[in-house]
């Protein structure tokens, strides 16, 4: 009796305390992470979660990877399952808003709840060390001068990779349909055959060309920033004259159907998170550039971008 | 002698006791992950990720790597037990070394594959110590218009693998170019047939083929065929060991696919399931009895699991001499050395040389440590053989579709197993070859890929296949083998 009555009163301390905890903190957070273990959304949603978790905002969590069409099919099955989860975040960016478009999916983001933009980065443009391009503008009157015989090596065709090198075509008044866009699966396959000379200029993003620039094998003619990045010693294509902008971002999105007041909390515990030493360290290891944008702000931000990159897809001639 | 001063420093640090738990710890999940289909090397290395954060980098970079060129060692146990390919670069060893196992050699063919694999990996991580610039070199010159070239060279040799009829073998190919089809294109973001389904977009995975055609399919028409006909349980027959006839046959092997396999490794788009077609056919050319093939030849299996071992070292090559990552796995294992701040590539054996030797170091001995967890085990393995045919292939079915599932989690993925493993039924009760489908499903969409960017670099100009003196080379041989043996019977006769 004596011992039932204690682990009674055990179990209503640890409620309470429970209780207490649970009104600061969420208490497990389901995180659907919409591409194979690896790449840069499930390392976004893997470093972000740990560091939720370290802000002591998020008590557990779990993860699902659902990789697959541009991250469509993550989407498709977030919004089936999680629909008015206030504890249910996925992750999602840039790459997924080009997806939805080129795959004509038949779910969208304006299905789910934007709640942040977290990083951002930046693409460059790069040739090998020996080749005769030197600037920027040797690039481009060569584009004038031949669209065609400048071929672009990167990532996936209608990806962050392509929309830029069509819209450096569009800025310097050439038809973006007359790029020469050579896609390479995997960052490895486009970064040899830029060092062997097979294609004229690499476009990706910074950090995945850093150690090549770094070790003199390439050289960066160009970044896609608004200005210059600390700590990087390359001119943008703004200031070189080349009227360019682009950021590969990747946020982090609610269920469809949540309440506001569950949208706050969420907000809340990323607006701790992002100012967390943990999270800063997440972002120097990983060249990722802090890009927070919260809530209504951010939920403009991807109307615009769904604008703007279905604008450039159609003149690319892949938005069908 | 500068070379092998560094290389015994680094067999200093990896000798410490805690490198060598780290290895152990590494290689024993490999081997693992390489057993079971489904789950992969990149993604057991991608889910270890968090623990840089704990450990220390050379610890951490000892057991990835550990884990990437054990699952090479692992993989081929369910290919020759079960047909069930674990890793697409062990398909081919499914051919043959299931055929052994039929004939009561499955001790053999684990032992010729996990001594194979030992030989090449020692050998390959010799080429990484000492000739990786170079071979990184004559990897890079390849571009479009060489890998073009390089892919017609291996359809040639795919006639190795078609079978009795050219017509029911040249069927199977095309039905795998149709499934390579399957997909979003690379160049230009076009879906081609896949029907409005989404989980079609991505294109359907080389294992869940392999593992439909080769185990369900096997397993439907072992059960329709035995319904009547009941055979007794899979004899062994003879030592479990290789006897001094299969060590002979095997050594010649071992060592050709090395050589073919490294290599192609080291190359960004070489892979590691070609070269073990180009070894499975080259074998079969200089086999002293090549009609044994397809009914278990030893040479089938060596010279294969010899080359996938040799490729995943040549991988290691390029991720350290160039920062090149050339696989799933390696993209990885290039993102860990990145959670160090570490960049792999010519920078790093300056700035890092410690690290660097540390973890070549650790490869010869992560191969020794394979070569001793994997001989024993084939003992327990064959007796896997002892499990009556019902509940063996109940089995082999359960660990089929798990395996298919795990990839990538999607139910989807199973209805197509057993669909393809309808086919696979169908294939086999016709009387055609699976092996070519693979083939074509693995050849097709590279050799279109690279077709469609030279042409494309090269703005329509057909010629520069024969421009530039590499492709015009591999070309050159291409038709010699087709034309070759046709004219040297001409010259004969007059």
């Not at chain 1, 969420?26 to 893997?46: C, E, H, Y």
């Not at chain 1, 001068?145 to 672009?152: E, L, R, Y």
């Not at chain 1, 569950?262 to 998170?273: G, R, S, V, Y």
Request: aromatic share 8%; proline share 5%; charged share 15%.
């Amino acid at each position: 009796m004596k011992y039932l009555h204690q682990s009674l009163r055990a179990g209503f301390i640890a409620a309470a305390l429970f209780a207490a905890a649970s009104a600061s903190a969420l208490d497990s957070v389901k995180f659907m992470i919409p591409a194979n273990p690896g790449g840069g959304w499930d390392q976004t949603g893997r470093s972000l979660s740990a560091s939720m978790q370290k802000a002591g905002v998020v008590k557990n969590v779990q993860l699902d990877n659902k990789g697959g069409a541009g991250g469509t099919i993550g989407l498709a099955q977030f919004i089936n399952t999680a629909k008015g989860d206030g504890n249910a975040i996925m992750v999602g960016g840039m790459v997924m808003v080009g997806g939805i478009i080129l795959n004509k999916s038949a779910v969208n983001l304006g299905m789910v709840t934007p709640l942040a933009r977290l990083t951002g980065e930046y693409e460059v443009l790069v040739v090998p060390a020996n080749s005769p391009i030197k600037t920027l503008k040797d690039l481009v009157d060569k584009i004038k001068a031949d669209p065609g015989s400048v071929s672009w090596g990167g990532g996936s065709a209608g990806g962050t990779d392509h929309i830029l090198a069509g819209m450096i075509l569009g800025a310097v008044g050439v038809d973006p349909a007359k790029v020469n866009y050579i896609a390479y699966a995997g960052g490895g396959e486009a970064q040899a055959a830029i060092l062997g000379g097979h294609v004229t200029v690499g476009v990706s993003g910074y950090g995945e060309f850093a150690g090549q620039i770094k070790a003199g094998k390439f050289r960066a003619l160009a970044l896609s920033s608004d200005k210059r990045l600390a700590g990087i010693d390359v001119p943008t294509m703004k200031e070189l004259g080349v009227n360019v902008e682009l950021a590969n971002w990747r946020g982090v999105f609610g269920a469809p159907g949540i309440s506001d007041a569950q949208k706050k909390e969420l907000i809340a515990a990323l607006d701790t998170t992002v100012k967390s030493p943990a999270w800063r360290e997440v972002l120097t290891k990983n060249d990722w550039i802090d890009v927070y944008l919260a809530g209504d702000a951010f939920g403009k931000y991807v109307d615009e971008e769904n604008k703007r990159i279905g604008d450039i897809l159609g003149k690319l001639n892949l938005k069908k | 002698m500068e070379i092998l001063n560094s290389l015994l420093s680094g067999f200093s640090l990896a000798l410490t006791l805690t490198n060598l738990m780290w290895c152990l710890v590494g290689v024993t999940l490999g081997t693992a992950v390489g057993v079971l289909p489904g789950i992969g090397p990149a993604v057991t290395v991608a889910l270890l990720l968090p623990v840089t954060t704990k450990v220390d980098p050379s610890g951490a970079l000892i057991m990835f790597a550990g884990i990437y060129y054990g699952a090479m060692y692992g993989g081929s146990t369910t290919s020759i037990l079960l047909n069930t390919p674990g890793e697409s670069a062990t398909i081919i060893t499914a051919m043959e070394g299931n055929q052994m196992a039929k004939r009561g050699r499955a001790g053999p063919a684990l032992a010729t594959s996990a001594i194979g694999s030992f030989v090449a990996g020692t050998l390959a991580t010799i080429a990484l110590t000492f000739v990786s610039p170079l071979v990184v070199d004559v990897a890079l010159s390849f571009g479009p218009p060489e890998y073009f070239a390089l892919m017609v060279l291996a359809f040639v040799t795919v006639s190795a693998v078609l079978g009795g009829s050219a017509l029911r073998g040249l069927t199977a190919l095309f039905i795998g170019l149709g499934i390579g089809l399957v997909g979003i294109d690379t160049q230009s973001g076009t879906a081609r047939f896949a029907f409005g389904v989404p989980q079609l977009l991505d294109g359907i995975e080389v294992v869940t083929v392999a593992v439909g055609l080769f185990a369900v399919g096997e397993t439907l028409w072992s059960a329709a065929k035995d319904y009547k006909v009941q055979e007794s349980v899979m004899q062994m027959s003879g030592s479990i060991w290789m006897k001094a006839d299969d060590w002979k046959r095997s050594i010649g092997p071992w060592l050709r696919g090395t050589l073919v396999g490294f290599p192609f490794g080291a190359m960004p788009a070489g892979g590691a399931e070609i070269p073990t077609f180009i070894s499975y056919a080259m074998e079969k050319k200089l086999a002293r009895n090549p009609e044994e093939f397809g009914k278990g030849a030893i040479e089938g299996v060596a010279g294969p699991e010899a080359a996938n071992n040799a490729s995943s070292t040549g991988t290691m090559t390029s991720l350290l001499a160039l920062g090149l990552p050339t696989s799933a796995t390696a993209a990885i294992l290039l993102a860990a050395f990145q959670q160090y701040g570490l960049q792999p590539g010519p920078l790093l054996f300056v700035n890092s040389a410690d690290l660097v030797w540390a973890l070549i170091a650790s490869m010869y001995i992560g191969n020794v440590m394979l070569l001793v967890l994997n001989l024993p085990l084939i003992g327990i393995w064959v007796k896997l053989l002892k499990i009556p045919k019902p509940q063996l292939y109940a089995g082999i079915l359960i660990f089929a579709t798990l395996g298919v599932y795990g990839m990538r989690q999607s139910a989807f993925d199973i209805f197509l197993l057993y669909a393809i493993g309808l086919l696979g039924f169908l294939m086999r009760r016709y009387d055609f070859p699976t092996a070519p489908v693979i083939i074509g499903m693995i050849l097709g969409p590279l050799a279109e890929a690279q077709l469609r960017r030279a042409l494309a670099i090269s703005q329509g100009d057909w010629m520069i296949f024969l421009h530039k003196p590499l492709s015009a080379t591999l070309l050159a041989i291409t038709v010699l083998m087709v034309v070759g043996p046709w004219l040297l019977r001409k010259l004969k006769r007059t």
